[in-house]
């Protein structure tokens, strides 16, 4: 009986998960991703796909250049090359501001009305766009009380 009941829960969890999965692949608004990023799985190596999200390194990233990790092992959090495959999320809210990331490109510049938590802990909005920090670019960024 004990069996039974571990199996049935386990599908019952199974099938909340598969339901969770497909309505956050319904979800394409950056602010909208991190406001629910609790329900990304963490990335892992492997195949990744155009428009996939995960969580790595206290970020949330979409995927914008299929790649496969296991053939190009040097895709992985914290190295160069995962800026070419990966862009992270910015929030739009306060609420869904997240750590700074550097830009390297124009697919992952800082848009008007973003914010972001800067290196000194402080929540800043982007007056402009822009490819820089506050640090390198003062005048386009604001402290967010």
């Known amino acids: 009986f004990v069996g039974f009941v571990v199996n049935l829960v386990l599908t019952q969890a199974q099938a909340i998960r598969a339901a969770t999965l497909a309505a956050v692949a319904h979800v394409t608004d950056d602010d909208d991703r991190l406001a629910i990023r609790v329900l990304y799985d963490p990335w892992a190596k492997g195949k990744h796909e155009v428009g996939e999200v995960y969580t790595a390194q206290g970020q949330v990233w979409e ?4 790649y496969d990790n296991s053939v190009y092992p040097d895709i992985a959090p914290g190295n160069s090359a995962w800026f070419t495959f990966n862009r992270p999320l ?41 490819a820089y920090s506050p640090k390198d670019y003062a005048q386009a960024w604001e402290v967010v009380e």
């Open 63 to 66: 995927c914008f250049n299929a």
């Open 90 to 130: 910015h929030g739009k809210s306060k609420e869904t501001a997240m750590p700074f990331v550097p830009v390297q490109g124009a697919h992952d510049m800082h848009r008007a009305g973003e914010y972001m938590i800067y290196t000194d802990g402080q929540i800043y909005r982007c007056k402009q766009d822009t």
